[in-house]
């Protein structure tokens, strides 16, 4: 199974007047990197939420929002702020006692000071929260999941097809290499013959010649390599697990003789061909780096 490295999975659950909603999505990575935001409340979760995505996730930048919300009675902590409630009192008797003026201080007017009173949120029942936190979380990996893995079987058709263009640029290579010896040796015999005449042409000194052109010009064991990397890379696509790295390091030593068969080949017709399958092993690694 191969996965890409883009997704996005989204999940909202709902109990006991709790609701928790976590988003996701990923990017192409070296490794795997998990950037989670989540309140304050559920802070001592993010561990533990880090170690359940990397069970499922390998490679690629993660990065997860958290959401909560909770009516539940249990979870809302009402706190009053006595000293500063005492402060208050004590500083507005002194300003009436100072001023003369009549104490008409009521409790709707102590509330409705800043920090007296404070409604805050608690985590409320761990365990309860936490089972909730963690449904919502495989769900939104599930679907995810499905989308990169989705995306990754598109990815293995499309470099399954650009595999066999580069077999075939390797097999017209192939086919044209043993005619380029050959033909060299026509044209040097025939410069020789214009130059000194056909009596004075030395024949070993030509075969030594074309003997030193065609081991230059020789590309036999780059073929063999390109065409064994071709049946490599049509393997490595049926694997489970990451196999990213892996393509990543086959397109290099790919790209690697193909440079090499551009360099070695003294022939129009094959540099030609070099050219389109350096093209065509470079849109391979390109998609290579979006896989898992």
Not at 15 to 24: D, G, S, Y
Not at 141 to 165: F, T, Y
Not at 166 to 188: F, H, N, T, W
Not at 217 to 230: G, M, N, P
Request: proline residues 1%; charged residues 35%; contains cysteine.
């Amino acid at each position: 199974m191969i996965y890409s490295m883009t997704g996005y999975g989204r999940s909202e659950k709902q109990e006991n007047n709790r609701k928790i909603t976590v988003e996701m999505s990923t990017i192409n990575h070296r490794y795997c990197d998990v950037n989670i935001k989540l309140p304050r409340t559920l802070a001592s979760l993010e561990e533990k939420i880090k170690e359940r995505i990397k069970q499922k996730i390998q490679r690629g930048k993660l990065e997860a929002s958290i959401f909560y919300v909770s009516t539940a009675e249990e979870d809302l902590e009402f706190t009053i702020n006595t000293a500063l409630c005492e402060g208050y009192l004590k500083g507005f008797r002194e300003i009436g006692k100072s001023f003369a003026l009549e104490d008409d201080l009521k409790l709707s007017h102590l509330l409705e000071l800043s920090d007296v009173v404070t409604l805050q949120k608690k985590a409320g029942d761990q365990e309860a929260v936490e089972e909730l936190l963690f449904e919502s979380l495989d769900e939104a990996l599930i679907e995810l999941l499905a989308m990169r893995q989705k995306e990754g079987e598109a990815l293995k058709e499309d470099i399954l097809l650009k595999n066999n263009s580069i077999k075939d640029l390797v097999a017209s290579i192939e086919e044209r290499s043993p005619l380029v010896v050959e033909e060299y040796k026509k044209r040097l015999e025939t410069k020789l013959e214009m130059l000194l005449g056909k009596d004075i042409v030395d024949p070993n000194r030509l075969a030594t010649e074309v003997a030193i052109m065609a081991d230059k010009c020789a590309i036999d064991e780059e073929l063999t390599r390109l065409k064994s990397h071709c049946s490599q890379l049509t393997t490595i696509l049926q694997e489970e697990g990451a196999i990213g790295r892996k393509l990543d390091f086959l397109m290099q030593e790919m790209n690697r003789e193909a440079n090499t068969i551009g360099s070695k080949a003294n022939d129009y017709r094959i540099t030609k061909d070099v050219v389109l399958l350096k093209a065509e092993i470079e849109k391979v690694r390109e998609q290579v780096q979006n896989i898992e």
